[in-house]
């Protein structure tokens, strides 16, 4: 019998990540793949994203309008009640056999929710990881992760935090992260190439890929954050490929400094979307990356590239060499990137490219999982493993 994998996608980034596991389920015999769009795919403000999905050929089942015009911090929870209402909707006439959720924002948690009240498998892609940013993406991952009848873990310690909160053993896979599936699946383009994509005349100069996410602990800092990162690199000489913020309050103030900094820096490009191909060549042929993507810890290891992490955000989680950790200071900043982009012996060192999320081979394992699992009250009753034995 043939079973039906849903996923929940709310943003680009997610959904890059969820990508080679949804192609592997597609791939698979006996397993038929949907997905459930809402959030930022669905508006122009953030590069009307749902084309990429709709580009990949995944049968999109339902589209959920969950993105309010707000840089506050009720937008978001409103927002979680129009998808909490959309997908009661959807499940109440199209129940699937999993749904896969991923990582740790607002669309993650409605789904788990409306899923387990509908009966439905959760399938959780990136539990147990951590952050000590005192970030809600922590708190709202955890939460997710008792809500998951599966989990897709991404490193080992991550497997062993699933089970000191109680997950039987059974339950938890170590895949590695999907996100390097996808790079090592993404042709490579040259320097030419890659410039002609972005449009910019650059003439194989170096240059800095610039992604910065405001942080809800500290998101009324965001414009004077990004100020600081932005003139920085100004004054660094690199060319600068700036990419648009996620939809976490106080995006718009990020934004709005991205305008001013393409206003007055002709060395500057900013994107609102890139298609894959042109983002992950991008990232393999920058000097550096700057900001506090998650991109930084997950994907850019494997590719060798040193990455500063300014702020707050990613503090305290698992990461490989390449990554220098700074606060908000300009001379602390400065000093980062000057190491990443010319202190040779730290560029030889990340050009190891180690890393603890895994061999790029995490979506295969992910569908062999889902093909063979024993489905049933098995699955969906849960017990508590004392001491995480």
């Known amino acids: 019998m043939t079973r039906t994998v849903h996923f929940l996608t709310g943003i680009r ?7 080679p596991i949804i192609a592997a389920v597609r791939a698979h015999p006996g397993l038929n793949e949907g997905v459930i769009v809402t959030g930022a795919h669905l508006t122009g403000l953030h590069g009307h994203s749902v084309r990429q999905i709709e580009a990949d050929g995944h049968r999109i089942v339902a589209r959920i309008d969950s993105l309010l015009a707000s840089d506050g ?31 740790d924002r607002e669309e993650v948690m409605t789904g788990a929710l409306a899923a387990i009240y509908h009966h439905i498998p959760v399938v959780h892609v990136g539990g147990g990881d951590h952050a000590d940013d005192g970030n809600v993406d922590n708190l709202v991952r955890h939460a997710v992760s008792k809500m998951s009848h599966l989990h897709m873990a991404t490193t080992e310690l991550s497997g062993s935090r699933l089970r000191e909160l109680g997950e039987e053993p059974w339950r938890i896979h170590v895949t590695g992260a999907s996100g390097l ?6 042709p490579d383009m040259t320097r030419i190439e890659v410039e002609a994509a972005l449009g910019v005349k650059w003439n194989s100069e170096p240059y800095a890929v610039l992604l910065y996410h405001p942080t809800i602990t500290d998101f009324s800092e965001a414009r004077a954050h990004m100020a600081s990162i932005t003139r920085v690199l100004e004054a660094s000489g690199l060319n600068i490929a700036v990419m648009a913020p996620n939809t976490d309050p106080g995006n718009k103030a990020i934004s709005l400094e991205i305008d001013e900094l393409i206003a007055r820096c002709p060395k500057a490009k900013a994107f609102t979307f890139l298609e894959r191909k042109a983002f992950i060549n991008m990232l393999r042929h920058a ?12 994907e850019a290891p ?5 990455v ?10 698992e990461h490989g060499d390449n990554v220098i950790f700074t606060d908000y200071d300009p001379q602390e900043i400065a ?9 040779e012996n730290f560029r030889a060192l990340v050009a190891k490219k180690r890393t603890p999320y895994g061999d790029g081979k995490a979506g ?15 699955l969906l009753d849960k017990k508590w493993v004392e001491g995480g034995r």
């Open 302 to 306: 494997t590719m060798g590239l040193p």
């Open 335 to 343: 000093a980062a990137i000057a190491k990443a982009t010319t202190d």
């Open 13 to 19: 980034s997610e959904y890059d990540i969820l990508a």
């Open 73 to 103: 911090l009720g937008g978001r929870v409103k927002g979680m009640g129009l998808q909490l209402a959309g997908l009661t909707d959807l499940f109440a006439r199209e129940t699937p056999d999993f749904l896969v959720v991923m990582g």
């Open 308 to 317: 500063v992490n300014i702020g707050i955000r990613q503090r305290g989680r």
């Open 181 to 186: 599936d996808r790079i090592h699946a993404t």
């Open 287 to 298: 000097r550096v990356m700057v900001g506090n993507s998650s991109a930084g810890i997950l």
């Open 364 to 378: 295969k394992r992910i569908a062999e999982v889902l093909g063979n699992v024993e489905l049933g009250k098995h």
